[in-house]
T-cell receptor, first 114, second 115 residues
Framework: AQTVTQSQPEMSVQEAETVTLSCTYD???????LFWYKQPPSRQMILVIR??????QNATENRFSVNFQKAAKSFSLKISDSQLGDTAMYFC???????????FGGGTRLMVKP | DVKVTQSSRYLVKRTGEKVFLECVQD?????MFWYRQDPGLGLRLIYF???????EKGDIPEGYSVSREKKERFSLILESASTNQTSMYLC??????????????FGPGTRLTVL
């Protein structure tokens, strides 16, 4: 069974600063994908970034990057130059190799302060 | 753009009522999913479907059933609603490519309150 753990229920950061959200996971799969999803207040969940476990290079999408440590089963999200629009719930998730079972962490509520 | 829509944003029902939550996607996706979202627990998978008339149980299927008669539509049914089913329900869809790390696209959610 897959498990995903986010140890920070809430975080805050000043606008323009950098923040890192933590995520650890556990799986017996050899290949898998990891995701960070963002759920803004009263808005739909959207994909922020995706990482394939076989790729050693950390994924980057503009101001968002990950630190993927496969041996440690750690997958943290770094948000650089935080903006007010980054205020949201962030969910770490892992999908199985069959592509049909997405397991989510409990979420981290991020508040970006002006 | 992929669009996943859900029939209601807010719903209030009484204990024992039969409840239908509808989800429609317009991207011809093979996979569709129903989750419930509760504070501190993240999203938990109730059921998913990888084809018309096909369904698989997720982590918490008890008290729920699903129906997929057409590829674009996936319904979640609460046969006899109970107060512990008060929650936010999210529908999602994705391509059915195995091993491709398919992104799931989510609907806006239905906040269900059972009194």
């Amino acid at each position: 069974a897959q498990t995903v753990t986010q140890s920070q229920p809430e975080m805050s950061v000043q606008e323009a600063e950098t923040v890192t959200l933590s995520c650890t996971y556990d799986t017996s799969e050899n290949n898998y994908y990891l995701f960070w999803y963002k759920q803004p207040p009263s808005r739909q969940m959207i994909l922020v970034i995706r990482q394939e476990a076989y790729k050693q290079q950390n994924a980057t999408e503009n101001r968002f990057s990950v630190n993927f440590q496969k041996a440690a089963k750690s997958f943290s999200l770094k948000i650089s130059d935080s903006q007010l629009g980054d205020t949201a719930m962030y969910f770490c998730a892992q999908i199985n190799n069959a592509g049909n079972m997405l397991t989510f962490g409990g979420g981290t509520r991020l508040m970006v302060k002006p | 753009d992929v669009k996943v829509t859900q029939s209601s944003r807010y719903l209030v029902k009484r204990t024992g009522e039969k409840v239908f939550l509808e989800c429609v996607q317009d991207m011809d996706h093979e996979n569709m999913f129903w989750y419930r979202q509760d504070p501190g627990l993240g999203l938990r998978l109730i059921y998913f479907s990888y084809d018309v008339k096909m369904k698989e149980k997720g982590d918490i299927p008890e008290g729920y059933s699903v129906s997929r008669e057409k590829k674009e539509r996936f319904s979640l049914i609460l046969e006899s609603a109970s107060t512990n089913q008060t929650s936010m329900y999210l529908c999602a869809s994705s391509l059915g490519l195995r091993g491709a790390g398919n992104e799931q696209f989510f609907g806006p959610g239905t906040r269900l309150t059972v009194l």
